[in-house]
């Protein structure tokens, strides 16, 4: 993703709201699927992952957008910001 790319879409991704969150169970095969519904949807997500502690949410990070094919655009704490660009239009 070009620097520039990244940039439009912090901005954009500024005002969203988290619309999956990771629980107390973790990152399970629900939260994937609806990782998925949710890219599928709006292409630009926030997901929160309040109950996992730094090296939990790093690997959780990196296991969602291995798994879901997402880019990883921003994280800010608990909060990261994936991109994933919908073919189907």
């Known amino acids: 993703m070009e620097p520039a790319e990244r ?3 912090k901005a954009r ?4 709201e988290p619309v999956v969150r990771i629980g107390a169970k973790g990152l399970t095969e629900d939260v994937i699927a609806e990782i998925e519904r949710a890219l599928k949807a709006h292409e630009l997500i926030k997901v929160r992952a ?6 939990q949410r790093d690997a959780a990070l ?3 957008c291995e798994r879901t094919k ?10 990261f ?3 994933r660009k919908n073919n189907d239009e």
Request: glycine share 4%; no cysteine.
């Open 70 to 79: 997402a880019e990883r655009v921003q994280q800010v704490g608990k909060v």
């Open 13 to 16: 991704a500024h005002k969203l």
């Open 7 to 9: 940039k439009a879409l």
């Open 81 to 83: 910001v994936l991109f």
């Open 50 to 55: 309040a109950t996992l502690d730094r090296d």
């Open 62 to 64: 990196i296991s969602i």
